[in-house]
Nanobody, 120 residues
Framework: QVQLVESGGGLVQPGGSLTLSCAASGNILSLVAMGWHRQAPGKQRDMVATTNRGGAIEYADSVKGRFTISGDYTTKTVYLQMNDLKPDDTAVYFC??????????????WGRGTQVTVSS
């Protein structure tokens, strides 16, 4: 079993900042990639930012220059620093990891999500 625990969501005014964190635990032999996705009401879940063990990082165009992802593969924790937040950033943010848990076992795991609301 793999568990992901997210924290750091909340209510913030436009232009404000929040930092999300996600800690992975359980039967993880190796993490291959970590990332954040978000889902606004009535919309599909979209990628926000991802990082892999090789150091590659990808951002959605809508957050480039405002969000920064960082992953610690030793502590199995991924962070999302969000600056200059806009109302359109309002969504439930989900942590996602791709992990190796045993011989031939590679799988994607999701957290339960943390709400981020940007409003004045």
């Amino acid at each position: 079993q793999v568990q992901l625990v997210e924290s750091g969501g909340g209510l913030v005014q436009p232009g404000g900042s929040l930092t999300l964190s996600c800690a992975a635990s359980g039967n993880i032999l190796s993490l291959v990639a970590m990332g954040w996705h978000r889902q606004a009401p009535g919309k599909q879940r979209d990628m926000v930012a991802t990082t892999n063990r090789g150091g590659a990082i990808e951002y959605a165009d809508s957050v480039k220059g405002r969000f920064t992802i960082s992953g610690d593969y030793t502590t199995k924790t991924v962070y999302l620093q969000m600056n200059d937040l806009k109302p359109d950033d309002t969504a439930v943010y989900f942590c996602n990891v791709y992990a190796y848990t045993g011989p031939g076992k590679w799988d994607s795991y999701w957290g339960r999500g943390t709400q981020v609301t940007v409003s004045s």
